[in-house]
């Protein structure tokens, strides 16, 4: 921070908070405010709340009073979860002492130190965590646009999508086609392509709809569990999927929302049933607006704490950020939050910080009693989230086996949502 900017926050009558030292007694409590209530954001605000014992005002900025969870709406789509079970309030963090402002913010004013609310509101911070979640770009496929999102659904905005993309999948005849536009790197997940991929299989192949093909154009030459999907694909759904690297499709020229046309440099398909497009991703709006971004879209964080590197009184969390070898998960976003809440805690009241470290698994369901994972450990090094210790499903693993994965997967569910609701 600036001399001058020093001056005009002292000038202005605002708290100025020295980065990395507690609040000064007597200056009545810190205050943190947390943008997005998602995986990473109800996670970071619900840990400081609770762990503070009420010496930090914790507020939570968030428009939804229900949150639908990405993470398993692939299971929804293949028939495996309700809707509803994909639906979580905030009564649980407002228990735990969270602050709820059900509004939009509209913008970050580093300067004074506030996030500008929708109805022009302002909420003074001495720290920040966002989790802003991500921003389609909707000129990365050509032909498409947000218009034409309830004719070519994306479904990675978990809500009205997830529900319109069920109604088309239900829609589909037998021997109709369906074509997915796979994102490019990094993009969030889940909902992950290929196991979208996978339950439109399981829906069409047991309601009798078996002749229907999956075509997926991928700008991508492999993808992550990529052998598990293609073994699983041939075992369940023989003849049904087809994946092109872009060295076979010679790449995605456009699309036509009007005829549902598909042209890639390989083959014009036309009529499609269903053409699912999921575009290229950034970071949310209110982080790119508030020059937390860098030239690629998303926001570089201090590996240690997941604070900005463009401003250390705000940190970063979930698939907004820049996350080195993590991946954009709802996994990840909760283990980033509680590192998050941790350097929070520690800036804000002076308790004790503990080295960062990170978890994460992704489970992937293929089929009934078939599902698969990768995941590991991590740590800041060389300026960046590391990987040092890995694991991945094995190829030709047992029933047995597979069948206990997705127990752990539905177990994840029931635990990941219950840290993060309370």
């Not at 369906?178 to 439109?200: D, F, K, Q, T, W």
């Not at 390989?266 to 290229?280: G, M, Q, S």
């Not at 590197?309 to 909760?334: C, L, Q, Y």
């Not at 029931?414 to 993060?420: G, L, S």
């Amino acid at each position: 921070m600036t001399v001058s900017r020093r001056h005009f926050l002292a000038a202005a009558g605002l708290a100025v908070l020295p980065l990395g030292a507690p609040a000064v007694l007597g200056q009545g409590k810190p205050r943190l405010v947390v943008v997005g209530g998602g995986a990473g954001g109800a996670t970071a605000a619900r840990y400081v709340a609770k762990d503070s014992a009420g010496a930090i005002e914790v507020t939570l900025v968030e428009p939804n009073r229900t949150y639908v969870t990405c993470f398993h709406s692939n299971l929804f789509l293949g028939g495996f979860r309700s809707f509803d079970s994909l639906l979580h309030g905030y009564e649980g963090l407002a228990k735990d002492g969270v602050r709820l402002v059900h509004e939009a913010a509209s913008a970050i004013d580093r300067d004074r130190r506030e996030v500008v609310l929708a109805s022009g509101g302002r909420l003074p911070y001495d720290r920040l965590i966002l989790s802003p979640g991500i921003d389609l770009n909707y000129g990365s496929v050509p032909g498409w646009s947000k218009e034409a999102e309830d004719i070519m659904p994306h479904a990675w905005k978990a809500g009205p999508q997830t529900k319109l993309l069920k109604a088309k999948l239900d829609q589909v005849p037998d021997g109709g086609l369906i074509v997915m536009i796979a994102p490019p790197n990094p993009y969030r997940c889940p909902p992950g392509p290929y196991e979208r991929v996978s339950m439109m299989a399981h829906v069409l192949k047991t309601t009798g709809r078996g002749r229907a093909k999956i075509i997926v154009i991928d700008p991508k030459q492999k993808f992550s569990k990529q052998g598990l999907f293609q073994e699983g694909w041939e075992k369940h759904y023989s003849g049904m999927v087809e994946w092109m690297a872009p060295d076979i499709s010679d790449g995605l020229k456009s699309v036509d929302p009007k005829t549902s046309t598909v042209v890639t440099g390989f083959e014009t398909y036309r009529d499609a049933a269903l053409v699912n497009v999921i575009p290229a991703q950034m970071a949310g709006a209110i982080a790119r607006q508030a020059e937390l971004a860098d030239a690629s879209g998303w926001c570089p964080i201090d590996p240690d704490s997941m604070a900005s590197r463009m401003e250390a009184a705000i940190f970063v969390i979930g698939d907004a950020a820049i996350p080195g070898d993590m991946p954009k998960s709802a996994f990840a976003a909760n283990s980033q939050a509680k590192v998050a809440a941790m350097k929070a805690r520690a800036d804000l009241i002076g308790a004790r910080a503990f080295p960062a470290r990170y978890a994460n698994t992704c489970w992937s369901l293929i089929a009934p009693d078939d599902a698969v994972k990768v995941g590991g450990r991590y740590a800041p090094a060389d300026g960046k989230i590391r990987e040092v210790e890995g694991f991945i499903s094995k190829t030709g693993e047992p029933p047995e086996l597979r069948r206990a994965t997705q127990g752990e997967n539905m177990g994840w569910y029931a635990a990941i949502t219950a840290d993060i609701f309370g």
